[in-house]
Antibody
Framework: VQLVESGGGLVQPGESLRLSCAAS????????MTWVRQAPGKGLEWVSV???????HYADSVKGRFTVSRDNSKNTLYLQLNSLRPEDTAVYYC?????????????WGKGTTVAVSP | AIQLTQSPSSLSASVGDRVTITCRAS??????LAWYQQKPGKAPKLLIY???RLESGVPSRFSGSGSGTDFSLTISSLQPEDFATYYC?????????FGGGTKVEIK
């Protein structure tokens, strides 16, 4: 069971990025899937969840700017980041939840780094 | 949104010490609380879920207790590999939230 994030990088404010989270050893459609981020030197911040049925929830700080989606054929979760701000600079982690539960998250990727700077 | 307040924010302890970290929720969350351990440059690791259930493979020196608004994580005998930052997380209400973290350092 493994999660591998990719897609991070350095962008300017207002630009967009799409993060990917490739899963192996299980299906992303069988579990709730979560994104969590961590700004440099700061604590963990919950970002979003996608239910196995496809419904989503978002943190207020990203609502309307970030969108979670998935490609079942690729067993991959995505996080589309639009209208990026400097405060979105963070390591973004993808995580698997216990089956159809809001929490906890038992399997985590190593993260991908997003830096937003002029 | 539910706020989680962890205390202390940091502590210094010796190998073999008993350590307790507390997490207080701004409103009742039943037992929908998890504890994670994070080491520098690494992803969080699940230790405890549903307030008191030990995740598979986690040493039995870790334990959790509480319900409603007050929770605690106890390490019965601190080991060298336990020096890390610990976070609580509530999953009772959206938006989900984490506590601010407790850094456990070597005395």
């Amino acid at each position: 069971v493994q999660l591998v994030e990719s897609g991070g990088g350095l962008v300017q404010p207002g630009e967009s990025l799409r993060l990917s989270c490739a899963a192996s050893g299980f299906s992303v459609t069988n579990n709730y899937m979560t994104w969590v981020r961590q700004a440099p030197g700061k604590g963990l911040e919950w970002v979003s969840v996608m239910y196995s049925g496809g419904s989503t929830h978002y943190a207020d700080s990203v609502k309307g700017r970030f969108t979670v989606s998935r490609d079942n054929s690729k067993n991959t979760l995505y996080l589309q980041l639009n209208s990026l701000r400097p405060e979105d600079t963070a390591v973004y982690y993808c995580a698997r939840n216990f089956y159809d539960r809001s929490g906890p998250s038992d399997v985590w990727g190593k993260g991908t780094t997003v830096a937003v700077s002029p | 949104a539910i706020q989680l307040t962890q205390s202390p924010s940091s502590l210094s302890a010796s190998v073999g010490d008993r350590v307790t970290i507390t997490c207080r929720a701004s409103q009742g969350i039943s037992s929908a609380l998890a504890w994670y351990q994070q080491k520098p440059g690494k992803a969080p690791k699940l230790l405890i879920y549903d307030a008191s259930r030990l995740e598979s493979g986690v040493p039995s020196r870790f334990s959790g207790s509480g319900s409603g608004t007050d929770f605690s994580l106890t390490i019965s005998s601190l080991q060298p590999e336990d020096f890390a930052t610990y976070y609580c997380q509530q999953f009772n209400n959206y938006p989900l939230s984490f506590g601010g973290g407790t850094k456990v350092e070597i005395k």
